[in-house]
């Protein structure tokens, strides 16, 4: 019985999803980001997107997108060249944690 309890707890262990970013790394990493996104991911112009609170892996596949080309913008191309990984998953870790806009229905 132990033995079945201890597989499934190690079963939903490897399910959960792990967060390789550092949120603090990633404030410290979003200074270029803040002129269109705002300082915690809120843009306060409506051409730019908020980012605040977007999901890890969407902003981390979009910024890995960005970075190969897949997804193509002349302002994030050359802003995401030089990122690394880590990088990547720090700016994911600062943005998703951030509180976004509530939206009334």
Known sequence: MRRTILACCLLL????PVFAGDPAAGQKKSQACTACHGPDGNSPAP???KIAGQHYDYLLKALKDYKTGARKNPIMG???????QRDIEDLAA????QKGLVLKY
């Open 94 to 97: 600062y943005f998703s944690s």
């Open 78 to 84: 050359p802003l995401v060249a030089n990122l690394t």
């Open 13 to 16: 262990a490897a399910g959960a």
């Open 47 to 49: 051409d730019f997107p």
